[in-house]
């Protein structure tokens, strides 16, 4: 299936900027990644001789999904942590209008006695924050013209599309490549974060979604990370492997091919939807989700 024409209504505050010299620099102060996130499928509750509890955000959670845990943490009622973002006083970039998502880092958090929703989300922006700005970059370092929040966002992505840690590298020069060239990113993810969903299966009647994530319609980054990204995807956001891959899909596990030849992605994808029973699939840049 042919590609989707990008729209006419780019979001002007995610919209990468190419440079005079047709290069990309990154404007940001500085990034680091420094420290061990943990990244486990559930949450994990470790009891102590004083009660004293540990929380467990896995890399490449929704914001929606450490809110839950948390409820569940201090035994409260689902919703009341979602309730609390605005009460909390968390300390995020101005781009992000008061939404946590992206910085909710991954990481075991202790849970005290006199735990509150509002101390444990402060607790995982401090610790994003630690994480993102502690650090200038490399002096003459070529990046992507974008600030921190932007670079979150970056990784957000790589954290939802990449098979595994190896193919990061190369998910993050497939949107750097794409942003270059004034391609939309047509990436399932972010198209599945705006229809509040996970799955394998994307239409191409969800393709027309009228969604600010949908970046098979919308030009440049969606206007927020799409989850909360671990080290490794934020170190392939500033540090893409070199290349000039424009596609990519996970025709099955352990095998994402990555091509910069349109065809080929078109025969990629034909196989992947083979190898799905023969339901067809819009041919997404990314691994279907």
Request: charged share 20%.
């Amino acid at each position: 299936m042919q590609m989707n024409s990008p729209s006419r209504k780019p979001l002007r505050r995610t919209t990468i900027r190419l440079t005079p010299r047709g290069r990309l620099t990154l404007v940001a102060a500085g990034f680091v990644v420094a420290g061990a996130a943990v990244a486990v499928p559930l949450l994990t509750l470790h009891g102590a001789a004083d009660r004293s509890t540990t929380l467990v955000v896995p890399e490449g959670w929704r914001a929606s999904q450490v809110y839950d845990a948390v409820d569940k943490a201090l035994t409260l009622p689902a919703g009341t942590t979602r309730q609390s973002v605005g009460s909390a006083g968390l300390e995020l970039p101005g781009e992000a209008e008061g939404n946590p998502e992206g910085y909710l880092f991954p990481a075991t958090y202790p849970v005290a006695r006199d735990a509150t929703p509002q101390s444990l989300l402060r607790s995982m922006v401090g610790t994003a924050h630690q994480r993102f700005d502690k650090a200038p970059l490399a002096a003459g370092a070529q990046r992507d013209a974008m600030n921190v929040y932007q670079a979150v966002t970056v990784a957000s992505i790589v954290q939802a599309e990449a098979a595994n840690k190896a193919d990061m590298g190369k998910v993050a020069r497939v949107v750097f490549n794409r942003l270059q060239r004034g391609m939309p990113l047509q990436m399932d993810a972010t198209l599945n974060y705006g229809l509040d969903r996970r799955t394998l299966d994307t239409t191409v009647a969800d393709t027309r979604s009228d969604s600010p994530y949908n970046s098979y319609q919308r030009m440049g980054l969606p206007p927020t990370p799409i989850d909360n990204p671990g080290e490794d995807a934020m170190r392939a956001a500033l540090n893409p492997t070199p290349g000039d891959w424009l596609y990519f899909v996970t025709v099955k596990p352990g095998d994402t091919r990555f091509t910069a030849d349109y065809a080929e992605h078109q025969r990629n994808v034909a196989e992947f939807n083979a190898l799905r029973g023969g339901a067809q699939q819009p041919s997404a840049v990314g691994r279907p989700r």
